[in-house]
């Protein structure tokens, strides 16, 4: 467990470009809708963050930042 994981939160986001979700290996399509880990944290930024599908988002949901 990495010391930011207790501020991480998936947030909603459209896709602008090709992304490949990180739990299923789906193709995200530009226009669709999935969920990307943020920092909650003003100061803070993360380089590589996640990117999940939004049926792996609810099939998952939350348990997919741990």
């Known amino acids: ?3 930011l994981n207790s501020i991480k939160v998936l947030k ?3 896709a602008r470009t090709t ?3 990180n739990n299923c290996n789906l ?3 530009p ?7 943020h920092v ?3 100061f803070l ?7 999940f599908c939004a049926l792996c988002y609810g099939k998952f949901g ?3 930042l741990k």
Do not use: N, V
């Open 12 to 14: 909603k986001t459209t």
């Open 31 to 37: 226009g669709e809708i999935y969920y990307r880990e």
């Open 1 to 3: 467990m990495g010391k």
């Open 62 to 64: 939350k348990r997919l």
């Open 19 to 21: 992304h490949i979700c």
């Open 27 to 29: 193709e995200i399509k």
């Open 45 to 51: 930024h993360s380089l590589h963050e996640k990117k």
């Open 40 to 42: 909650e944290d003003k």
